[in-house]
């Protein structure tokens, strides 16, 4: 059975679904989006989802009409219903409107909610047991003055992107993307953090990444286990020198990360804090979150 894709309230196949080709985020990167994940039947942390999307619409503008938070969460539940979808990954992605020409004024700004659903392994396991290794991207992210790195956008994806090539030209698993300052801002789909001495450190929203609800998750998990965790701006030198370093992203989870720029992080294998961490969010996962009923 194939699955359907929510377009607007309307449920269509998913080979049979399209977008106009006048869709602003078609044209011009106009949108918004967020990818969500289900486990065991439970959406994890679906308001905090919907809230960003929202936020991001209302920070750029968008015309959301009668698209509230418990609209949108309908909608997201409704279309894992429909695909009996238990456990995997949810694409929620929101547009401007219909039309030719970058104003707003100029176009239909009836914006558009589409909602599908897909099964996604970032990482095969050994990754998770061995951890990753890095690179410095020479790509940066863009300064927060220019777009406030909360804004989860399509546009400003296009540097992630570059960064990500940057990574597969050297058969890294991840990229550290900096700010314009040379500070450590995020990697290109995925938080960071490091822990010294037994403290959690990861850089504020401010040094341009998106605020992560992994990320946050990842703090509230290891907070509960009794470690200090900090927001602190970081420089490529505090990952070299990190007794352990570990990345996190609805896509990829909570997942160790081991060199960076053919540095050694620590000894090289994944620390234990960051295992406590990684055990802690796989159970939690598993039994929080909104039931699919
Ligand atoms: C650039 C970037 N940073 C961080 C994250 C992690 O955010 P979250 O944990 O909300 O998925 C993502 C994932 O969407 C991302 O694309």
Redesign the pocket.
């Given at each position: 059975m194939s699955d359907f894709v929510y377009i607007n309230g309307d449920f269509v196949p998913a080979e049979q679904a399209t977008v106009p080709i006048f869709d602003h985020g078609h044209l011009y990167g106009d949108g918004v989006f967020e990818?969500v994940r289900v486990y065991n039947g439970r959406i994890f942390r679906l308001i905090e989802?919907t809230k960003?999307l929202l936020f991001s619409a209302r920070a750029l503008g968008f015309n959301l009409g009668s698209l509230t938070e418990s609209y949108v969460n309908d909608a997201i539940v409704e279309t894992c219903k429909r695909n009996n979808h238990q456990n995997g990954y949810i694409r929620v992605n929101l547009t401007r409107g219909t039309g030719l020409g970058l104003d707003p004024k100029h176009i239909d700004t009836n914006p558009r909610l589409v909602i599908a659903t897909k099964q996604l392994a970032l990482y095969p396991e050994e990754m998770y047991l061995n951890g990753l290794s890095m690179i410095t991207c020479a790509t940066r992210v863009p300064s927060p003055d220019a777009i406030d790195p909360r804004i989860?956008c399509t546009g400003k994806?296009i540097n992630?992107i570059m960064a990500k090539m940057e990574a597969n030209r050297v058969g890294a698993g991840e990229g550290i993307m900096l700010n314009q300052q040379g500070y450590v801002a995020?990697?290109?789909?995925?938080?960071v953090f490091v822990i010294r001495d037994g403290v959690i450190v990861t850089p504020p929203p401010s040094s341009g990444?998106?605020k992560?609800?992994?990320?946050q998750a990842a703090m509230d998990l290891a907070t509960d286990l009794g470690f200090t965790v900090r927001e602190e701006t970081l420089s490529v030198y505090d990952i070299y020198t990190a007794d352990e370093c570990f990345l996190?992203?609805?896509?990829a989870e909570v997942i160790p990360a081991v060199v960076l720029d053919e540095r050694l992080i620590g000894s090289g294998k994944p620390g234990p804090i960051t295992n406590r961490v990684i055990d802690a969010f796989r159970a939690h996962v598993k039994v929080s979150g909104l039931v699919i009923d």
């Open positions: 990818g989802h960003r989860k994806y992630n995020e990697a290109t789909g995925d938080n990444c998106l992560g609800i992994t990320r996190t992203g609805t896509a």
